[in-house]
């Protein structure tokens, strides 16, 4: 099977620009979670999409944004970009249906905002 | 809130000595507990997980075990390799989503 893919692998925005940021999961699952990795604050939770919807939601500000297409493809979209957003974004994906299932994480998209 | 404590590193070893890494966490219920790896400019991967009290998971060496009674999950190694240096992440899964700790950096010298 195929892993968990993102892209682009890089990007480089000016402050107040908006960024999409796309993943695609693992054949069959439904479940794509997005994280964002950054020195300071390490790996902090945003949302989690299933099956279209969103089912879980971190502590991030609206400009924070995503959807789940019917394919579960995945993305993620932040408006009015900050200094404080460069970090490495992380998508995962997994079957969605219990807790014990493993998240399978994506080589990740670098964000500099300059 | 739920939270999760890892031993602090840097971590440097020399090749063949034996590894512990601390991981304690503060969760309601019964969460999943999970070991993630994540190699220079890499995402992370799997490398371990434990779905109950007192399971014991395992791979490529490492090994930790869910101890619910001391809320910790505590990763092991009896041989390291310098191809085991890498930034180590415990991560309880809980109210559907990953609680990463800080992360411990270990170097593996030859």
């Known amino acids: 099977k195929a892993g968990v893919t993102q892209t682009p692998r890089y990007l480089i925005k000016t402050r107040g620009q908006q960024v999409t940021l796309s993943c695609s999961p693992i054949s069959g699952h439904r479940s794509v979670s997005w994280y964002q990795q950054t020195p300071g604050q390490g790996l902090q939770f945003l949302f989690e999409?299933?099956?279209?919807?969103?089912?879980n939601k971190g502590n991030f500000p609206g400009r924070f944004s995503g959807r789940q297409f019917s394919n579960s493809r995945s993305e993620m979209n932040v408006s009015t970009l900050e200094l404080g957003d460069s970090a490495l974004y992380l998508c995962?994906?997994?079957?969605?249906?219990?807790?014990?299932?493993?998240?399978?994480f994506g080589p990740g998209t670098r964000l500099t905002v300059l | 809130g739920d939270s999760v404590t890892q031993m602090e590193g840097p971590v440097t070893l020399s090749e063949e000595a034996f590894l512990t890494i601390n991981c304690t966490y503060t969760?309601?219920?019964?969460?999943?507990l999970f070991w993630y790896v994540q190699y220079p400019g890499e995402g992370l991967q799997l490398l371990l997980k434990?779905?109950?009290?007192?399971d014991k998971g395992s791979n490529k060496g490492f090994e930790a075990t869910y101890r619910k009674e001391t809320t910790s999950f505590h990763l092991e190694k009896g041989s390291v390799q310098v191809s085991d240096s890498a930034v180590y992440f415990c991560?309880?899964?809980?109210?559907?989503?990953?609680?990463f700790g800080q992360g411990t950096e270990l170097s593996v010298k030859p």
């Open positions: 995962a994906s997994s079957p969605g249906t219990s807790r014990a299932d493993t998240q399978y």
């Open positions: 969760a309601t219920g019964y969460p999943s």
């Open positions: 991560a309880p899964y809980q109210g559907g989503k990953l609680i």
């Open positions: 434990a779905t109950k009290a007192d």
């Open positions: 999409y299933f099956s279209e919807t969103q089912r």
